[in-house]
């Protein structure tokens, strides 16, 4: 059941993707309307799926990359549901429901709830939840980043077109770039300590410098220094655009060199 | 008697000549005595602004008058001969004068379409003239009728909107860089008019922190006050931009007043935030190279105007409309000039009194059914005789009169003693107008047709 509905989502996020492009090139009201429209019904039967699988889900089970992304998606569609409902920013969709469906589409590549080698701990759900929660922040840092640089990009150049009057204030995507970074940062942060914790469970070490927890930790620093930059010496506007979507390459690198490893559970 | 415009405006000349051309105002009126001193002109006015300098005038002759004006604009200025000016003036006559006046007044010719000043200019303009006597019945119905085309523009177009849709647009991009203008600061530099009004629109949309600076720190201390906000020293505004969200730069500098250092240093000073510059002067007073600089947002006033293009159907379609009622108007006032010509106004008079005679025949012929033919003829020629002897004289003063300086008014009073249906009366700005010319020379147009009726007029009973 909980497949079907996954299915619909990812059938629904794609039409919603669709017409959401569509909106960046014409930008009429009634494609925000019927974007919107799809992506709450994408967005309930999301809501579904999950809820299906976590009450199939038993103790045993650990949390996969499957659920992992499928859950990041479902935050992402959230906040942009949130966002849009509080600034009428019907634009930010035509970033956002894509990435949520690229997340999707990963997530529909891999296994439901991979085989438990280890000895699972409720701690792995609150890691994986923590950490996911901290990468829909970079994610939405990220789509502000580019939102940020193709805005600076058309005032640069007088390029008045649709995009840009759809796209949003540069200081606003400045500002939601830094609220996104700054609500993340602390949630990944959280999310490493309970891996490291759930490892040390696991495996009897906090950390064993495998790739993803070295990528983890680069990522980290990274987005460290980026926040200390902002508060401290102006890295804002432009220079955080950039680095924000570095960064961002960088949490979608460790996540495929994860997956690519064919690591179940995520450690 | 002719209607002519010679001139030069920011389409035809450039900024230097245009400068060296300009009459500043305390040497307006010694500027209008001179214009009126030449042989053949009857009626001046000098209409100059930063953007154009024009002289209105009633001639004798088209020809002679276009020479008159063009040895004016170049005595004033013995920098300039008239052989230079000449490749940047252009002439109009008669209907095609008073468009050209209209469409000024309405600033369908003005360098940013839609603007308000200009009027204000012409009405500056006008009461000058008047005080110094240098307009007569013509040009004092022609500005008046051009004021009242100008506000009828106003309100039947939308195309006043156009020009504040300038700063509209300087607002519109700010929105796009900044999503709260309340906690933003607006730094105004310079006092040009288009920096004013766009200030005033950042105003209107939220800004609460208003620096002004200008050369003049009086200026600075007025504008300032007026805007509710604080005024820095010229000297010290390049520093001081760093404390500045918004910069408008509208002054008459011939230079750059701010250079991509300049900005690159706020930029720095403000930890990246984004600056917004506007640059409202011409020549510019922003280095252009500023585009280069990071988070630093210029705009010139040509990128604002294509801005506002986009609008541009619905602006041209604004303009059409106005250009319509210019023509409309030209035509009512073509109506009344020509009702100031001579002989229309004979073969009007003519038919009044006729009119007039006839009906009065016809009502006493008809009470006196029983009187035979030849006593019917004595009646009707008995009538003739008293209206033609009535109006004879006034017939003969203004055949006399029409070559001279006060033709016109003589024209003028006859139809309104006649009341020979003048369009103007009732058209122009309505009635209270032309029954209380504020205007000096008409009076004295009375004053003097008073004193000159019995000269030519000899044979007057009255008299």
Sequence with gaps: MAAMFFVVTMALYFAATVSYLAYLLWATEALSKISLGITAVGFTSHSIALGVGMVGATDVSSPGFHEALSFSSW????????????????????????????????????????????PVFRTLWVHVTLSMLGTVGFAIAFVAGVMYLIQDGLLKSKRFNVLYSKLPALDFLDHLNQQSIVTGFPLLTLGIITGALSAEFSRGSYL???????????????????????????????????????????????????????HGPVS | MHIVVVG??????????????????????????????????????????????????????????????????????????????????????????????????????????????????IKEAFEVALTHKATGIILNKVVKKAISVAKRVRTETKIAEMAVSVSYAAVELAKKIFSDLSEKTVLLVGAGEMAKLAARHFIANGVRHVRVTTRNPQQALELANRFGGTAIAFEEFREDMASADIVLVSTGAAHYLVSEDDVQRSVKQRMNRPMFLIDISVPRNIDPAVRHVDNAFLFDIDDLKTRVERNRGERLNEA???????????????????????TPTIVALRARVDDIKQAELDKTLGRLANLSAPERELVEAMASSIVNKLIHNTMVTLKAEVNTSEGTAFIEAARRFFSLGDPAVSDVNGNETSASEP?????????????????????????
């Design chain 1, 75 to 118: 935050v992402l569609i959230l906040v942009f549901i949130v966002v849009e409902f509080r600034h009428r920013m019907h634009v930010l969709g035509s970033f956002i429901v894509p990435l949520a469906l690229i997340s999707l589409v990963f997530a529909a590549a891999l296994p439901e709830s991979a085989p438990t080698l280890t």
């Design chain 1, 208 to 262: 064993n410098w495998n790739p993803e927890q070295t990528w983890a930790l680069v990522t980290w620093v990274f987005y460290f220094v980026v926040l200390m930059g902002r508060l401290t010496v102006g890295w804002r506007a432009k220079r955080a655009a950039y680095l924000t979507i570095i960064g961002f390459a960088g949490v979608i690198l460790t996540l495929i060199g994860v997956v690519l490893k064919g």
């Design chain 2, 8 to 121: 030069l405006s920011h389409k035809t000349a450039p900024v230097e000549i245009r400068e060296k051309l300009a009459i500043p105002e305390s040497r307006m009126g010694e500027a209008l005595t001179r214009l009126c001193s030449y042989q053949g002109v009857r009626e001046g006015i000098l209409l100059s602004t930063c953007n154009r300098v024009e002289v209105y005038a009633v001639v004798d002759e088209i020809e002679s008058g276009y020479g008159r004006i063009q040895d004016f604009l170049a005595d004033a200025h013995l920098s300039l001969s008239s052989e230079q000016l000449t490749p940047h003036l252009y002439w109009h006559e008669g209907d095609r004068a008073i468009s050209h006046l209209f469409r000024v007044a309405s600033s369908l010719d003005s360098m940013i379409v839609g603007e308000s000043q200009i009027l204000g200019q």
């Design chain 2, 320 to 342: 059409e409309k106005a250009e319509r009622v210019v023509v409309d108007e030209v035509g009512v006032v073509r109506h009344w000039l020509q009702s100031l010509e001579v």
């Design chain 2, 439 to 463: 205007c000096h020379s008409s009076q004295e147009d009375i004053r003097d047709s008073e004193e000159v009726t019995p000269r030519s007029g000899s044979k007057a009973p009255d008299r």
